[in-house]
């Protein structure tokens, strides 16, 4: 069963527009989620994780129990936030990501 | 402090044959894990060693084992291999308990298996 699902694989936003990036879990305890982040020709990072509910480079996810949402958003865009862009959910003994969503933010 | 690194960076392995593949953690980390990136898909998890004990499995067939050394590095091995075994494999390093994910992550490059 997919454990997390992020819908859109191609996201394209203005510069300064607001973006946000879906993702849905499925899980029924209580989870650990967090969104990574791949710039071109770079590792895989952890852009932030909802333990910490902290707001990393203008992005904040807020977890959503009721609608097992943990959806990223941003504001204003910016052409440095295009990227590729993962959920990831740990469920204690095992990790599961999305399959990603390509952001790209137009000039 | 030196990140994670992972060799080799290519790899192409027959169907049938067996692989190996490395992985050094960044300084300090005592928990690796690894994962499988087919393309266009996000990293699934294989498994993942802490202290070089086995500390949590995906859904992957025994064919794909691990281990992890005393200074933790970690090894990768998959037995005859198959086709659908072509991915890009990532290692990912922590300082962590027996609890993962709770400390962030770091990856590795990767490698590139082709299997033909």
């Known amino acids: 069963a997919q454990r997390v699902t992020q819908p859109e694989k191609l996201l394209s936003v203005f510069k300064g527009a607001p973006v946000e990036l879906k993702c849905n879990y499925s899980y029924s305890g209580s989870p650990e989620l967090f969104w990574y982040v791949q710039y071109s020709r770079q590792r895989l990072q952890l852009l932030l994780r909802h333990i910490s509910r902290e707001s990393i480079k203008g992005f904040t996810a807020d977890l959503n129990k009721g609608e097992t949402s943990f959806h990223l958003k941003k504001p204003f865009a910016q052409e440095e936030d295009s990227a590729m862009y993962y959920c990831?959910?740990?469920?204690?003994?095992?990790?599961?990501f999305g399959t990603g969503t390509s952001l790209t933010v137009i000039p | 402090e030196t990140g994670v690194t992972q060799s080799p960076t290519h790899l192409i392995k027959t169907r049938g044959q067996q692989v190996t593949l490395r992985c050094s953690s960044q300084?300090?980390?005592?928990?690796v894990s690894w994962y499988q990136q087919a393309l266009g898909q996000g990293p699934q998890f294989i498994f993942q060693y802490y202290r070089e004990e086995e500390n949590g499995r995906g859904n992957f067939p025994p064919r794909f084992s691990g281990l992890q050394f005393p200074n933790y590095s970690s090894e990768l091995n998959v037995n005859a291999l198959e086709l659908d075994d072509s991915a890009l494999y990532l290692c990912a390093s922590s300082l962590g308990g027996r609890r993962q994910g709770v400390y962030e992550q770091y990856f590795g490059p990767g490698t590139r298996l082709t299997v033909t």
């Open positions: 990831a959910l740990n469920t204690g003994n095992q990790f599961y």
């Open positions: 300084s300090g980390h005592n928990t």
